[in-house]
């Protein structure tokens, strides 16, 4: 058995939010991680309300996969995700 996978996370300051810095840096991370890693799979996950993520996500290719229960803890509780992935 041999895991090949990866985890991203991002987020861009609000002064920064809508200038393209986003994708530019996934799409950077990804070619890395498939490239010079060898990776098989990456995966991301955008909290449900988040629709600017869920659009970023997708327009690198992503394709949505599920929603993960009790993902990430923010605020003092956990959030739900939707789970997004490239192989």
Sequence with gaps: LDLQCA???YFVHN???GQGYAPEAIGAALDIAF???KLNRVEAGVLLKN??????AKSLGMTK?????NYFFSEGKWHDALI???C
């Design 15 to 17: 002064q920064f939010r």
């Design 35 to 37: 490239r010079d890693l």
């Design 7 to 9: 985890n991203l996370g």
């Design 65 to 69: 996969e599920g929603v993960r229960r």
């Design 84 to 86: 997004y992935s490239i």
């Design 51 to 56: 629709r600017v993520s869920a659009r970023v």
